[in-house]
């Protein structure tokens, strides 16, 4: 229901008419009051009845549920974000857990691979290689005077387990944590693409040229960071969606310059960490116990060995060499081992290749690789994590032999969308006697145990954490997100888990419960920030909760006062 003192915030808007219908910023429809109508020059321009938010919730709600496929409930929804934002995100509010897998995994994959048919208005900034001349004034035109506290930018090599989508970005999820849209900015940056099916298209509506790379692309990467860094030096620029040869170098290169986040490198692996936190307490052992085997060391697969590493060694305080040591990565060449070769070892994997004389007379395949099912005989994991985009490269014989090697085999089929997964969770259940501890990509149903009770099966999904990073970093206004600050938030996620409390409930909180979780996530990484003295605000500790409650945007209409020389 709506709150009556938020709901009492006065709004002074410059634009009447048309134009204020028109602006999904400042829309309300027919909830605009009798006095609003007169004084907005609307009084004409709508049917009679005054509807509060919740009616046009109700009425929104029913015409989604009209839609019988998903893909037609996500471009519903769009519509309605193009329209109304106060509206969208309060009908998404109320119905959170049911229509996250509409307007992101599984069904985003699907409206992004048809983006370009599906295209109806351009949202956002779209930044295009062979326009780079023109790049500071078609980035002031989008943002000059307006107040830029996030920027999700993203050059769409890598999306949602589809690859390749040459445009297209996805904010939506940045928002959970209460972020005010209007602060809020999405950027496409058009390099070209190497998907032939886009490049045939006739209705593709990027740039159609083969993705530029090296030096060039470096060039036009920086010159957008660059005004960023310029124009918005407090703001939160957020990677999205990079490929695996420019998503940790990109993050390297500007962590230290600007406060800067990678979705895929860091939320993945800050989300896993917390999951993998939260089975530790349930097992009553310690990360640095842990043996782990990750299947796909792409972005996401690195991202997630790198921050299970740190996490190691800060909570564990186990040393960085020694904490590499527990980790086995297998990618398209088998396990990662010294005599692969530069060919094979990408950079940032160096860290974790094993030595050659390890794996002597370990069997190996035609090509010399080393295979999962070797790697679980021999290493007799604890923790397998899946990232490989590979469908049903758990196999039963991979799950019973890790179930030979651990009591509580803790098993994470990570990849998106869900027609990827490495294994269901209900075979991963089967195939362990119940024994599993289990967290996977994309929402799935509860597993049955051997005794009949349900096994809530934990979404491991960034949108549990990196909205509250990014809004706690936001906040505190520091110059860096810093590892520190997201391990804080990492563990604030993992203490909420339903599984310290009950070991056959879920690794992870409900994903309803997203903006509550998110908020604690948020408070953390501000606690952090000023233990550490990081932070760019002048605020005590103790306040910090009240603090960023105050500073979330809520999808809520207010009170408008026509004012000429009001906002736009």
Not at 276 to 302: C, P
Not at 523 to 552: F, N, P, T, Y
């Amino acid at each position: 229901m709506t709150n009556v003192a938020d709901a009492q915030i006065i709004h002074r808007v410059a634009l009447r008419g048309e134009a204020i219908l028109t602006s999904p910023r400042w829309n309300k429809g027919t909830a605009f009051t009798l006095d609003e109508r007169k004084a907005f020059g609307l009084t004409g321009r709508l049917p009679f009845r005054v509807n509060t938010l919740d009616e046009q919730c109700d009425r929104a709600y029913d015409q989604l549920e009209a839609r019988e496929e998903p893909l037609r409930k996500n471009t519903f929804l769009q519509s309605l974000k193009d329209q109304n934002w106060v509206l969208y995100y309060a009908l998404l509010s109320r119905h959170l857990k049911e229509l996250i897998p509409i307007i992101y995994t599984p069904t985003e994959a699907e409206a992004i691979s048809n983006y370009s048919h599906l295209f109806r208005r351009s949202e956002g900034l779209y930044l295009t290689f062979p326009t780079r001349d023109s790049m500071e004034e078609d980035f002031l035109e989008q943002t000059k005077g307006r107040q830029i506290d996030l920027i999700v930018c993203s050059d769409a090599e890598q999306i949602l387990g589809i690859g390749d989508q040459g445009v297209g970005v996805n904010i939506q999820r940045s928002l959970l944590a209460g972020v005010d849209p209007a602060k809020a900015l999405s950027v496409t940056l058009d390099v070209g693409t190497d998907n032939e099916d886009l490049l045939n298209d006739r209705l593709y509506v990027g740039w159609p040229h083969k993705r530029v790379r090296g030096e060039e692309y470096d060039q036009f990467i920086d010159k957008f960071v660059q005004l960023v860094r310029k124009y918005h030096p407090h703001s939160l620029l957020h990677f999205e969606d990079f490929g695996v040869t420019n998503a940790k170098r990109l993050l390297d290169k500007y962590r230290d310059k600007h406060a800067v986040f990678n979705d895929d490198v860091q939320g993945t692996g800050a989300v896993t960490l917390a999951c993998i936190m939260s089975a530790v307490g349930v097992t009553k052992s310690k990360l640095a116990d842990q043996r782990f085997v990750v299947f796909g060391a792409g972005s996401a697969g690195l991202g997630i060995t790198r921050q299970l590493r740190d996490g190691i060694v800060t909570i564990d305080g186990v040393d960085c060499d020694e904490a590499n040591k527990k980790f086995y990565l297998i990618d398209r060449a088998g396990l990662i081992k010294a005599s692969l070769g530069a060919e094979h070892i990408r950079d940032g994997l160096q860290e974790f290749v094993r030595p050659d004389e390890e794996w002597e007379g370990v069997p190996a395949n035609e090509r010399g690789e080393i295979e999962l099912l070797e790697v679980v005989k021999k290493v007799r994991p604890t923790v397998l994590i899946g990232c490989s985009t590979r469908a049903g490269a758990f196999s039963e014989d991979v799950v019973r032999e890790m179930a030979k090697g651990t009591e509580r085999p803790i098993i994470l089929p990570l990849s998106n969308p869900s027609k990827l997964h490495e294994v269901t969770p209900q075979d991963a259940n089967d195939w362990t006697d119940g024994k599993a501890l289990l967290a996977t990509g994309s929402p799935f149903p509860p597993c049955r145990l051997p005794n009949g009770k349900e096994y809530i099966v934990a979404e491991c999904n960034n949108a549990l954490i990196y909205p509250g990073l990014g809004l706690g970093a936001m906040l505190a206004q520091a110059r860096a997100l810093a590892d520190t600050m997201i391990i804080a938030g990492t563990r604030r996620l993992a203490s909420l888990a339903p599984a310290l409390k009950d070991p056959d409930d879920a690794l992870l909180p409900d994903f309803g419960d997203a903006p509550a979780v998110n908020y604690e996530v948020a408070v953390a990484v501000v606690e952090q920030a000023i233990e550490e003295g990081s932070a760019g605000v002048e605020w005590k500790k103790e306040d910090v909760r009240e603090k960023v409650a105050e500073a979330q945007w809520k999808p809520l209409y207010g009170t408008y006062v026509y004012d000429p020389e009001g906002k736009a």
